[in-house]
C-alpha cells in the first residue's frame, strides 16, 4: 500500500504534541514562484532545490561562506591505495519521515536514480562508473579516474528511502519535459528537518517540524510557503503582516523596506548570473523572418550584440543599482574567474551597427526572447531592456513572457530561439558551468545547452577536468575552455544577481551565496 505524505504527517502531528505553544513558531515564506517538481532528482533547479532541502537531505552541503560541512555523510576521503574511489561515512541514527532507518543502500538508489535518464543531476554524476555500499555506513564511489573535486558535486543530489521509491514505483526520475507525473512529483518521504503536510503547487504548501530529525531543533516548527509572483502584492503581504519572510525583494522596493519600522534587509551577491543565449547550429530560426539560415551563427552578429548590451544602464536603471555588470558568464566566487574575462567592452553602437552591415543583416532581422517573468530579479524587466538595446542595431524582438513552470519545460526541450537564463555554480568550480551549458548536448552532458554549441576540441577538455588530479594544470585547462567560450561568444552575460530578503524585525536570516536560506536558521529575538 502507497504511503502518501499525509500518512506520514498524521505521524509527525501526533508528535508535535511535545512542543509546546510558546515554542511554536509558524514561518510564513513567500516567493515569486514555486518549485518545479518534489521530485528530487527531476529538475537542476535553484527554487526547486531551495524547497526540497528542507525536506530531503545531501550527503553534504555549503555554509554561508561557501565551505563545504557534513550533512548526511560524516567524513570523506579518497581511498588508500586507489585513487580513483571515493569513500563516504554516513550518519548513523538517521530515519526518513516515514520511519524508515536511512543506510547505505539509500545512497545507493539515489546515486543510480540522480545518473538515471530523465534526471537533471546526471551530468553531476557522469565520471561516477558505479555506487557500491560497503557495509549500512560506508559507500564506495568507484570513479572513471582520480576525481579530486568530486565532492563538491554531491550538495544537491537528494538521498530517496529506497524501499518506499520501489513501493510507489519511483525507480525512473519524473519526464519534466514531457509533462510526466510520477508519485513524487506531490508526496514525499525524506531525511530533513521538515516533513510535507500540505501540498497545493503555486498556491501554498506547509512544513511541519520532524522530530526525529537528527539535527539540532529549529525556532520555526512550521513553514508556510506562498508564491506571489507579483511584486507589490508580495510586498504588501510582508508590511500587512501577511507574511513574516520575502525571499525575492524588489530592487525598487529595498530601500523603502529598510526605512519601515518592523522590517529588515538582508543583501548580498549571489554565486549566480543572468545571461542571455541564442541557437547557434546552422538550422533557420523558427521566429525570424531570415527563413534560409540562423543570423546567430554568424560570430558578426554576436560581436555586435555585445556592442550593443549597456550593462551599466541595467544596472542602475532596472537593477536600481543590484546587480554587477559582467561579460563572462561565471561569478566571481568561482574557480576559473579573472578580472580579465570579467571585463566588458564599451558599448559602441556605431561599431555594431557595422558588423550587422558586415555580417549581411544592415537591414536587421525579427526573433522572438522567451523569458521567465517570477524566476530572476527583474527577469522580464531585463528583458524588455534588452530588446530596445537590440532594437537600436536593426534587430527587432518580440519578448515573449511566461512564468518559470512554462518557460523551463521550453528551453529544456530546446523550442527557442534567444532566450534568458540565469545560472548558479554551487560546486564553485568552472566544470560545473562546462558540463551543464558548454558541452554539446548529449545523455549525460550539455542538459542546459540550449543554444546546441557544439565544439568536439571544448567537450575533449571539458571532460578532463573531471579527473584531472593536477590542480594547476586543470586550471590551465579551465582557462583555455574559457578563451575559447569567450572568442566564440556563447553566453551574452549581463550581470552577476544581488540578492535581498526582507523580514520581520525580530528575526534574523542571514543571505546566502546559493540562495538557498534553511529556515532551520532562523531565529527570533
Not at 171 to 179: L, M, N, R
Not at 252 to 271: A, H
Not at 357 to 375: H, I, K, M, Q, S
Request: a negative charge; one cysteine or more.
Amino acid at each position: 500500500m502507497r504511503k502518501t505524505f499525509t500518512a506520514i504527517a498524521a505521524t509527525l502531528l501526533a508528535s508535535s504534541v511535545l512542543v509546546s505553544a510558546a515554542q511554536a513558531e509558524t514561518l510564513r515564506w513567500a516567493r515569486t514562484s514555486d518549485a518545479l517538481t518534489l521530485d528530487p532528482h527531476s529538475q537542476n533547479q535553484g527554487v526547486t532545490h531551495t524547497f526540497n532541502h528542507h525536506i530531503y537531505e545531501t550527503l553534504l552541503d555549503r555554509d554561508l561562506e561557501g565551505n563545504l560541512r557534513e550533512r548526511l555523510a560524516t567524513d570523506w576521503y579518497v581511498k588508500e591505495g586507489d585513487d580513483t574511489v571515493w569513500v563516504f561515512e554516513l550518519r548513523e541514527g538517521v530515519t526518513f519521515h516515514g520511519g524508515e532507518e536511512f543506510t547505505a543502500e539509500d545512497v545507493v538508489f539515489s546515486i543510480e536514480r540522480a545518473k538515471s535518464e530523465n534526471s537533471n543531476m546526471r551530468q553531476l554524476h557522469a565520471d561516477v562508473e558505479s555506487v557500491t555500499a560497503v557495509d549500512d555506513y560506508t559507500v564506495e564511489f568507484q570513479m572513471a579516474g582520480p576525481s579530486p573535486l568530486y565532492p563538491n558535486n554531491v550538495t544537491n543530489t537528494f538521498i530517496m528511502d529506497m524501499g518506499w521509491s520501489e513501493e510507489n514505483d519511483l525507480q525512473s526520475v519524473q519526464d519534466f519535459g514531457a509533462g510526466e507525473e510520477n508519485f513524487a512529483v506531490r508526496n514525499t518521504n525524506g531525511t530533513g528537518p521538515y516533513v510535507l503536510t500540505e501540498r497545493d503547487p503555486d498556491v501554498r504548501s506547509v512544513l511541519t517540524a520532524y522530530q526525529d530529525w537528527w539535527g539540532e531543533a529549529s525556532d520555526v516548527t512550521e513553514i508556510v510557503y506562498t508564491p506571489i509572483a507579483d511584486n507589490a502584492t508580495r510586498v504588501a503581504a510582508l508590511l500587512s503582516g501577511e507574511v513574516d519572510l520575502v525571499q525575492d525583494v524588489p530592487v525598487q522596493d529595498i530601500d523603502r523596506l529598510s526605512g519601515t519600522d518592523g522590517v529588515k534587509v538582508e543583501t548580498g551577491p549571489e554565486n549566480r548570473t543572468i545571461y542571455f543565449g541564442y541557437r547557434m547550429d546552422d538550422e533557420p530560426l523558427t521566429s525570424s523572418d531570415v527563413t534560409d539560415e540562423n543570423p546567430f551563427a554568424n560570430p558578426l552578429v554576436r560581436e555586435a550584440m555585445e556592442l550593443a548590451i549597456d550593462r551599466e544602464a541595467i544596472r542602475q536603471v532596472v537593477m536600481r543599482g543590484q546587480s554587477i555588470p559582467t561579460c563572462v558568464n561565471m561569478p566571481p566566487f568561482v574557480n576559473g574567474w579573472t578580472e580579465e574575462l570579467d571585463a566588458c567592452p564599451a558599448v559602441d553602437l556605431d561599431a555594431a551597427r557595422a558588423l550587422m552591415e558586415e555580417a549581411g543583416y544592415g537591414d536587421g532581422f525579427t526573433v522572438t526572447l522567451d523569458t521567465p517573468n517570477d524566476r530572476y530579479v527583474n527577469d522580464e524587466a531585463i528583458s524588455q531592456a534588452v530588446v530596445g538595446m537590440l532594437g537600436q542595431i536593426g534587430i527587432d524582438v518580440t519578448l515573449a513572457s511566461r512564468p518559470v513552470a512554462q518557460h523551463s519545460p521550453l528551453i529544456l526541450n530546446n523550442q527557442t530561439d534567444f532566450y534568458l537564463l540565469g545560472w548558479g555554480v554551487p560546486t564553485f568550480d568552472s566544470a560545473y558551468i562546462f558540463n551543464d551549458l558548454v558541452h554539446t548536448k548529449t545523455d549525460d552532458y550539455g542538459t542546459y545547452n540550449i543554444g546546441l554549441y557544439s565544439n568536439p576540441e571544448v567537450d575533449e577538455m571539458i571532460q578532463s577536468l573531471g579527473t584531472m588530479t593536477d590542480l594547476e594544470a586543470r586550471d590551465q585547462v579551465i582557462a583555455d575552455i574559457w578563451e575559447q567560450v569567450q572568442e566564440d561568444r556563447v553566453f551574452l552575460t549581463v550581470h552577476v544577481q544581488e540578492l535581498a530578503y526582507a523580514m520581520r524585525d525580530d528575526m534574523t536570516l542571514a543571505v546566502h551565496p546559493e540562495n538557498q536560506p534553511s529556515m532551520v536558521d532562523v531565529t527570533y529575538e
